[in-house]
């Protein structure tokens, strides 16, 4: 198997290693970046608990080769929080309205809204959980990511809980 170098700026850094063509990005980004919430599931793109966002696109990681991700700038959930810490919107809906419990599929559904709210945040609730059905979770019966959803949507994070 052929070996390439691969390059891309990864939560901001420079993350730069010499991978086989074969490698998916989620293997890269777990193996060669130590970005380990990178969530590897069922690895043929129906889980969804792989997703990263690739220039501003959520994307399943185990179904790109981290080649095609050469020179891209990808974020991953670590990615999300500002450098002092804060929350990303998204995580601070999830976390205001009990949205995960073993936390699997969590990086995945974040970096999902994020990619849509950050591309337009008028995003309304049902297009959030229509990209929602992009996700299996195995805990939470949905309803609380729904209600991350509808508080996104609504722009009341940061009021506690939604209804
Ligand atoms: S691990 Fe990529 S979609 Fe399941
Ligand atoms: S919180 Fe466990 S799979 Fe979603």
Not at 1 to 12: A, C, I, L, R
Not at 21 to 28: E, I, K, P, Q, V
């Amino acid at each position: 198997m052929s070996e390439h170098k691969v390059e891309m700026t990864v939560n901001g850094a420079r993350l730069c290693a010499t991978t086989e063509a074969r490698t998916s990005l989620g293997d890269f980004l777990r193996s060669d970046g130590g970005w380990t919430g990178v969530h590897m599931g069922c690895e043929h793109g129906v889980c969804g608990a792989c997703t990263v966002i690739v220039d501003g696109a959520a994307v399943r990681s185990c179904l790109m080769l981290a080649v095609q991700a050469d020179g891209a700038t990808v974020t991953t959930a670590e990615g999300l929080a500002a450098p002092d810490g804060t929350l990303h919107p998204v995580q601070q809906a999830m976390r205001e309205n009990h949205a995960l419990q073993c936390g699997f599929c969590t990086p995945g559904v974040v970096c999902t809204f994020a990619a849509l709210l950050d591309r337009n945040e008028q995003t309304n609730e049902a297009e959030l959980v229509k990209a929602m059905s992009g996700h299996i979770c195995r805990c939470t019966g949905y309803q609380g990511i729904r209600k991350a959803a509808k508080a996104l949507a609504e722009g009341t994070v940061g009021q506690g809980a939604t209804a």
